[in-house]
């Protein structure tokens, strides 16, 4: 395959070669998951090793339970190509667009050079390490690659997952000897920017270095030639040079100015294309084409973003590049369906959080007309040492320099909230440590200026948590926006508080520019609820939280722009929530399902006509009879109506968020729900198929004799487990009927990973001080089952308590830490027999501590 394709591409028709060549060497790598002594030698016996392709991660499978679960050493790769002497005269490159995170590259045995940083892409010369005969030779690329915690490197502390591997597309890449300079920060070589436009003109200017590694004087000519989308020429620039062997020549030149260019917008994502020539004695001998888009931007602190000329809201959303079963080893479809995601929810901004991703990404960005901040990862805090600002300034570099030409990025980003933590990875009290916060000052100082002198055509930011710390030390002063991630109504307070506290920072920095860089709550749509609260993960208070924020902004005119945190769910290493290891703040699954929030944002931001009935995951839901359901649509039409089982529900209008809620009546089983409405373009409509189930009140009802019920206890969600068994949420004892007696409702610290079980969720909210649970169910025989989990990290014989059914001890000296451990679920289930007409009465004692339970479920037995 190799050989055919180089035969096909290396020689043109005519017999000339091509001016530069690129191809991707991703298949056929060999894997071996650990260290080994002298594995760069081509002599080293690899026939055991794994067959794997790139873009491929060596974590992609883990829990990130703890550190034993996440792998996080020294992994090999090694790779044979076939070289043969068509190459010789030439400059041979190999090119990672990413490997996380320090990778040592050697070529047929030798050193080619050491990269670190697992988000930027690099470059090493390998012309003096490869083997080229007369026939095809082999070659052999070998990579150590190590992704354990490097306190030099950022990140150091992340809340995401750190995949070792080499994830993104490798490539080789042969040129002539005088080239576009190739080890220039793995750039391109040709940077490109458009210092002055408007509508009726535009230039073009192009830096850039050419390279000379031959032994003699070359004389050349450079030509820069500006394509419109349609591939006709618009304008030109070139210029006779000479440069001496071993030398290098910095150039820059300015094309012919345009008239009248198209615009690049995200409604209108105009591409222009630059192709950079060098030309000897009338021959290409190296080509480069970069993307080019004309359009000219700046942010005000009163007035916001404004995009030619004009001003636009930037409504945003950010993405972390992982995925269920892939890790962070996306194909380039994968990143085009996320990409086409974003874009249809109606979003014309993305901060690419916390690190620079796939070259594709940018590509699509500017394809797609999506606005872009990237930034590098350095999150949470920093290492105040002279190498890890060294390596943190490179990564600047790489990053820039890289994705310059993109017409997408308008802002870079430095660093994001870093004065959360100290430098030994607690919370940080920041009064107490002044020392390191000046330090972390002067730091953001230098970075920031590495910002704004590579580039000084786009926007520097740094994101901030909220607080008055970044105002008071200075730091927020110190990029061209200040960008607070705010996260009231989630991890605490209420979400109305998102305008105050923002008009407040407005009042207090008046030319400070703003701008929300993340906001966000979760949901996972096995929990569900009509009566939503901060905290309960469900999808229904996640959608109100978001109606609340987008209702705010709307009133905010000074704010530039605002960003979803996050766009996708992603994996988030020790922390528990109802999904362990995941933060599940985003608009899409993990696997990339949309949301119901995903739909909600749509109809307020893409003009497209649509329907949408929300809760849509909640497809078996449970009720008590003769209640009324709630069922809420999303809608940018004028006006949609409800139909339930054939029945009519009237016509609303939607309201200020897009959203119009009926209550209804569902019947047990099955149950048709349509909403429709008309567009411009014809009848839009939604449809659902709803499975309900009916419980009533009274448990001796002989009508609707009992048969089970299951209660996620503690919670106000209705829990769907594996086997589409519904958990009730829970409620307070009343007689005739069930609930709990004495207690409060209570949640697991965020922090707490379970163990032991497939039902997370149920496990997440518990009961705390419970006293008893009384099933009021008619005589007979029953399966009763208890859930226990240790709430907190409460140490052994600390809580000590007893269990006792209807006056039988059926558990005594229930010690959970003691017995069970930490956060490791528990269940436990007993045959009872009811008489007397008592009902079953569960009497939790405390002997030490407080008695807790997490989920109760009563069954009919034989
Ligand atoms: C933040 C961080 C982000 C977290 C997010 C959260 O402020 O910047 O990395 O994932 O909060 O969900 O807590």
Same mark, same amino acid.
């Given at each position: ?392 300034? #490179?990564?600047?570099?790489?990053? +820039? ?26 919370? +940080? ?189 909640? #497809? ?75 419980? #009533? ?37 009343? #007689?005739?009927?069930?609930?709990? +007696? ?121």
């Amino acid at each position: 395959m190799y050989l055919f394709l180089l035969s096909n591409v290396y020689t043109s028709a005519s017999g000339q070669q091509q001016p530069r060549l690129q191809w991707s060497i991703n298949d056929s790598w060999k894997y071996l998951s650990q260290g080994a002594d002298f594995a760069q030698r081509p002599k080293a016996d690899d026939s055991k090793w794994q067959s794997v392709n790139i873009p491929h991660t060596w974590n992609a499978k883990d829990p990130f339970d703890d550190d034993e679960t996440s792998r996080r050493d020294i992994s090999w790769y090694r790779k044979k190509v076939m070289l043969d002497k068509r190459f010789q005269g030439k400059k041979i490159y190999l090119n990672f667009e990413g490997a996380y995170q320090v990778a040592d590259v050697y070529v047929n045995g030798v050193f080619a050079g050491q990269h670190k940083g697992g988000y930027t892409a690099f470059t090493f010369d390998i012309t003096h390490l490869v083997k080229l005969g007369d026939t095809p030779t082999e070659n052999l690329i070998a990579v150590q690659l190590n992704n354990a915690q490097d306190n030099f490197i950022p990140p150091l502390s992340i809340g995401y997952a750190s995949y070792g591997g080499i994830y993104r597309d490798a490539w080789l890449i042969s040129t002539n000897k005088l080239h576009f300079k190739m080890l220039d920060h793995g750039s391109p070589g040709v940077f490109i920017s458009t210092p002055k436009v408007d509508s009726s003109r535009a230039s073009v200017n192009i830096k850039g270095i050419v390279s000379n590694d031959d032994s003699i004087e070359r004389k050349f000519e450079m030509l820069h030639v500006v394509y419109d989308a349609r591939q006709k020429e618009v304008a030109r620039v070139s210029k006779n040079y000479t440069v001496a062997p071993g030398k290098e020549l910095v150039f820059a030149l300015d094309a012919s100015a345009l008239k009248n260019p198209e615009l690049w917008s995200p409604d209108k994502p105009y591409l222009y294309t630059v192709k950079s020539r060098l030309i000897e004695s009338g021959q290409v001998i190296d080509e480069l084409s970069n993307p080019l888009g004309f359009r000219w931007f700046s942010f005000d602190a009163n007035k916001g973003f404004s995009l030619n000329g004009k001003k636009l809201v930037l409504k945003g959303t950010n993405r972390h590049q992982d995925m269920k079963d892939h890790g962070d080893a996306l194909s380039a479809e994968d990143h085009y369906r996320d990409l086409k995601l974003i874009k249809d929810m109606g979003c014309n901004f993305l901060r690419l959080a916390h690190y620079p991703q796939a070259p594709e990404v940018l590509k699509l960005a500017d394809k797609l007309g999506i606005l872009i901040w990237e930034e590098i990862p350095l999150v949470n805090y920093m290492n105040p040492v002279p190498e890890f600002l060294k390596n943190s300034k #490179t990564m600047i570099k790489e990053m +820039i320099r890289q994705n310059y030409n993109h017409p997408s990025v308008i802002i870079w980003g430095s660093m994001n909230e870093v004065l959360l933590w100290s430098e030994k990875a607690e919370r +940080i009290q920041v009064q107490e440590n002044a020392a390191y916060v000046n330090k972390v000052k002067m730091y953001a100082v230098k970075l920031d200026s590495t910002v704004r002198a590579e580039d000084p055509y786009r926007y520097s930011t740094m994101a901030m948590h909220m607080g008055d710390d970044y105002d008071k030390y200075g730091l927020s002063d110190i990029p061209q926006l200040a960008s607070y991630n705010i996260y009231n109504g989630w991890y605490s307070g209420k979400s109305e508080e998102f305008k105050p506290t923002i008009d407040n920072k407005h009042r207090q920095n008046p030319r400070q520019v703003l701008f929300i860089s993340e906001y966000g709550a979760e949901a996972d749509n096995r929990v569900n609820t009509e009566k939503p609260q901060r905290f309960d993960f469900t999808g229904q208070y996640q959608r109100l939280y978001h109606e609340s924020y987008l209702s705010q902004m709307k009133q905010m005119p000074y704010l530039a722009g605002t960003a979803i945190w996050n766009q996708f769910d992603f994996s988030q290493p020790n922390v528990g929530g109802v999904s362990n290891n995941m933060n599940q703040k985003g608009m899409v699954t993990w696997d990339r399902k949309p949301k119901d929030s995903y739909y909600l944002y749509k109809a307020n931001w893409n003009a497209e006509p649509m329907v949408y009935i929300a809760s849509r995951d909640w #497809t078996h839901r449970a009720g008590l009879s003769g209640s009324t359901a709630t069922i809420e649509v999303y809608s940018n039409l004028d006006e949609v109506s409800l139909m339930v089982n054939g029945v009519s529900y009237g016509a609303k209008q939607p309201d200020h968020v897009k959203k119009m809620i009926w209550k209804v009546k569902l019947n047990e089983g099955v149950n048709d729900i349509d909403a429709r409405g008309k567009s411009a373009k014809g009848l839009v409509n939604d449809h659902l198929n709803l499975n309900y189930d009916v419980y #009533t009140e009274n448990l001796k009802n002989t009508a609707l004799p009992f048969s089970q019920l299951a209660v996620n206890v503690g919670s106000n969600a209705q829990y769907l487990d594996n086997s589409d068994h519904i958990w009730l949420e829970d409620r307070p004892y009343k #007689t005739g009927s069930f609930g709990y +007696i004495g207690g409060s409702p209570a949640m697991l610290n965020i922090k707490t990973v379970k163990k032991n079980t497939n039902d997370s969720p149920l496990f997440y909210t518990y009961q705390d001080d419970i006293k008893g649970y009384r099933f009021d169910v008619p005589d007979g025989r029953y399966e009763l089952e208890m859930c226990f989990i240790e709430s907190d990290k409460i140490p052994a014989n600390e809580r000590i308590f007893e269990v006792s059914v209807n006056g039988d001890k059926l558990i005594e000296n229930l010690d959970l830490t003691a017995q069970y451990g930490f956060g490791v679920a528990v269940r436990k289930k007993y045959r009872i027999s009811v008489s007397n007409g008592t009902g079953l009465q569960v009497i939790f004692k405390a002997i030490k501590g407080k008695a807790v339970l997490s989920g109760i479920k009563l069954k009919a037995a034989l």
